[in-house]
C-alpha cells in the first residue's frame, strides 16, 4: 500500500467519524469501507497499472467525504475536499484529476466511459448484489427520512428498489456481473415475492376489516371481551392459590400423624410416659381438623349435569359450567350453545353468572382456609404449651418410687 492511501484513510477515517452527522446511516464510513473493499476485489481480477490502482482506491476513500457537507452536491464537495488534501500532500495535479473525474463518476444515472469509472460504479452499487442488501436498504430508507429528503413507507420503498433493478441499475464489469448478478437477482426475487405476499395480507386484513364492519353491532364490544377475560383469569389464579394452600396444609399435617403415630405413641405404653398424653392427643386432635377443613376447602360440589329446553328459553342455565350440562347429549347441547350465542345480552348474562357463582365457590375457600390456618396454628401453639407443662410437672424426674 502506499503511502498516500494510507493517509488517505486515516484522513477518510477521523474525517467522517468526528464530522459526519449521526442521520447519515448508510453513507457512513462502514459504506466507503465497503466500496474500497469491493474496489480492491475488483482490481484483483483486472489488470490495471499500478497508477490507476492507486486512482480508483483514492477515490473510493474519498467519494463520500462531501456528505459532511449536506447531501446535496455531495460528489462535487467531495471532489473539492479530495482536491485540497491531495495537493496538500504533493499528489501529482493529473493524479488528482483522474481522482475527482472518478468520484463524479458515482453521480447517479452516470453513464461511464472507461473501465476505471465501471469499476468504481460497480463498487459503489455492490451491495445490490450482496446478501445483507434488506439491511442496507433500510439504513437508506431512514436515512432520507431522518434528512427530510424522502419519506417513503416500506410499500413504497419496496416499489421504489424494485422499479430501480428493473429499469435503472446494471453492473458494468464483467466480475460484477459474474460474481455479484446472481445475488442481485434474488434480492429483486424476494422483493417481488414480499410484494406479492404483502397484496394477499392486504386484500385477506381488507376481508376481515369488512367482516367485522358487519358484525360490529353483534359481536360484544372489545373492551368487554376484555374485562370478562382478565376477571375470570384472575378468579381461576385465585382458586388455584387456594386449591395449593389447602394442599400444602394437607401434607403437612398428613407428615405430622405420620410421625406421631410411628414415634410417639408406641411410648406411651410405658407407664413413664403418661405425662405426653394429653399433649400427644390435642396435638394429633388439632392436626386432624386442620386436614378435614383443608379437604372440605378442595371438596368439589356435585351438580346435576342437566337442563331442559325451557331452562334455555328462560334463560335461567349457564351454559358456560360445565357442572350444568355434563350429563345432556351432545346435540341438546350444541342446540343450547346455538340459542346462546344468537343472544348477545344471553351470553354476557352467562358470563356474568359464570364471574358470580365462580366468586361465591372462592369466598368459601378462603373463609375455610383461614379458619384451617387459624386452628392450625392454635393447634401447634397448644401443643407446644401442652408439651412443656407436662415435661415441667409431670416429667419422668417428678415420679416418686414408692418402698417395696
Avoid at 394477499?200 to 381488507?206: A, D, F
Avoid at 378442595?298 to 334455555?312: A, H, I, L, Y
Avoid at 347429549?329 to 340459542?339: C, F, G, N, P, S
Avoid at 407446644?384 to 418402698?403: N, R, S, T, Y
Wanted: charged share 25%; glycine share 2%; hydrophobic share 40%.
Amino acid at each position: 500500500m502506499s503511502t498516500i492511501i494510507e493517509k488517505t484513510e486515516v484522513f477518510v477515517t477521523d474525517l467522517l467519524s468526528n464530522q459526519l452527522g449521526s442521520e447519515y446511516l448508510y453513507h457512513n464510513l462502514r459504506h466507503t469501507q465497503r466500496v474500497v473493499k469491493n474496489t480492491k476485489e475488483l482490481l484483483d481480477f483486472y489488470d490495471l497499472n499500478a497508477k490507476e490502482n492507486d486512482a480508483l482506491v483514492l477515490a473510493a476513500w474519498l467519494h463520500d467525504t462531501g456528505y459532511t457537507q449536506g447531501s446535496e452536491n455531495h460528489e462535487e464537495a467531495s471532489c473539492a475536499i479530495a482536491r485540497s488534501f491531495l495537493e496538500e500532500n504533493n499528489y501529482d495535479t493529473a493524479a488528482i484529476d483522474t481522482v475527482c473525474n472518478l468520484i463524479l463518476a458515482t453521480r447517479r444515472y452516470y453513464d461511464p466511459t472507461n473501465l476505471s469509472e465501471q469499476i468504481i460504479r460497480d463498487a459503489d452499487a455492490s451491495h445490490l448484489g450482496h446478501n445483507t442488501y434488506e439491511e442496507t436498504s433500510e439504513m437508506l430508507r431512514e436515512e432520507l427520512s431522518l434528512l427530510g429528503i424522502a419519506n417513503f413507507s416500506q410499500k413504497e420503498w419496496r416499489d421504489t428498489n424494485i422499479q430501480m433493478f428493473q429499469t435503472e441499475h446494471r453492473f458494468y464489469t464483467d466480475y460484477a456481473k459474474n460474481n455479484w448478478q446472481k445475488g442481485k437477482d434474488e434480492n429483486l426475487a424476494n422483493l417481488i415475492k414480499n410484494r406479492k405476499k404483502n397484496k394477499k395480507l392486504v386484500k385477506k386484513e381488507r376481508l376481515k376489516a369488512e367482516l367485522k364492519s358487519n358484525f360490529k353491532d353483534k359481536s360484544p364490544e372489545r373492551g368487554i371481551q376484555t374485562m370478562f377475560r382478565v376477571t375470570m383469569r384472575n378468579h381461576l389464579k385465585l382458586s388455584d392459590i387456594a386449591d395449593t394452600k389447602a394442599n400444602i396444609l394437607l401434607s403437612v399435617n398428613a407428615i405430622i400423624i405420620s410421625l406421631v403415630l410411628a414415634n410417639l405413641v408406641p411410648k406411651l405404653d410405658n407407664p413413664s410416659n403418661d405425662y405426653l398424653v394429653y399433649p400427644a392427643v390435642i396435638f394429633v386432635i388439632f392436626s386432624v381438623i386442620s386436614m378435614v377443613m383443608s379437604i372440605l376447602a378442595t371438596r368439589p360440589n356435585v351438580t346435576s349435569g342437566q337442563f331442559t329446553k325451557e331452562d334455555v328459553e328462560q334463560k335461567k342455565v349457564n351454559l358456560l359450567f360445565f357442572g350444568n350440562f355434563h350429563k345432556m347429549k351432545l346435540v341438546d347441547y350444541e342446540w343450547a350453545i346455538q340459542e346462546l350465542i344468537k343472544d348477545q345480552k344471553y351470553v354476557y348474562s352467562s358470563l356474568t353468572k359464570d364471574l358470580y357463582y365462580l366468586g361465591l365457590v372462592l369466598d368459601r375457600k378462603y373463609k375455610l382456609l383461614r379458619w384451617t390456618y387459624t386452628i392450625f396454628m392454635i393447634g401447634m401453639i397448644l401443643s407446644v404449651i401442652a408439651f412443656f407443662v407436662a415435661l415441667k410437672f409431670f416429667g419422668p424426674e417428678k415420679i416418686i418410687d414408692l418402698p417395696t
